[in-house]
């Protein structure tokens, strides 16, 4: 008899709820502030979505942000906090602009600068790595609700891509993203879906307005 393969797990990687400084594009990793109005609606906007699948294991970040998207979207009684799951720690740079903090490094870029008094590119990486091999052998499906940075390295490091590839992707606020793995080559992981908003859908599945686009794809820039 050929033995029953074991059921390769699928990833539900969940970006939180649009904030403050998410809209305004400030960096926010340790600060732990609360969605906005529009990141609560956002929020809810996933339960739908999320109802129909039955999630062996549910992780959120430590951060109010993450923890508020969780239980909106009907998944808080699940929940197990997961410190791993944070936002990349922007250390000096925190609550800063980019457009501010390249007026004295011009050519700075987190991905592959890192931040001082922070996180360096190389720590994120295997931040990400030892999540990836905690949860990426396990079956059934996962939740993790995270962070737009963090979740661009996550992305990355799944595909085995270096963090700094993850800077190519965007990632909006409420998002959802699936890592899995190859169906004809189980040893493959994969990116099966990635960065699908309710905010870019309307009845019927047609794309959203490019107005509507464009304000996704600022909020991905930044947590």
Sequence with gaps: MIPKRKALPSLYLIRHGETAWSLSGQHTG?????????????????????????????????????RRTCELAGLGQQAEIEPDLAEWDYGDYEGKLSSDIRKS?????????????GEMPAQVSARADRLIAALGTTGGNIAMF???????????????????????????TASLSILSYNPAHPDVPVIALWNATPALLVPGGAMASSHNQ????????SD
């Design 146 to 172: 995270s962070h737009g940075q963090f979740g661009l390295a996550l992305g990355a490091r799944w595909i085995g891509f270096p963090v700094a590839e993850g800077q190519s992707f965007l990632l909006g």
């Design 214 to 221: 464009d304000q996704c794809a600022r909020r991905s820039l």
């Design 30 to 66: 340790r600060t732990d502030i609360p969605l906005t109005a529009h990141g609560e609606e956002e929020a809810r906007s996933l339960a739908p979505w999320l109802a129909h699948i039955q999630f062996t294991r549910v992780f959120t970040s430590p951060r109010q942000r993450a």
């Design 105 to 117: 490094r011009p050519d700075w870029n987190a991905f592959r600068d890192g931040c001082p008094n």
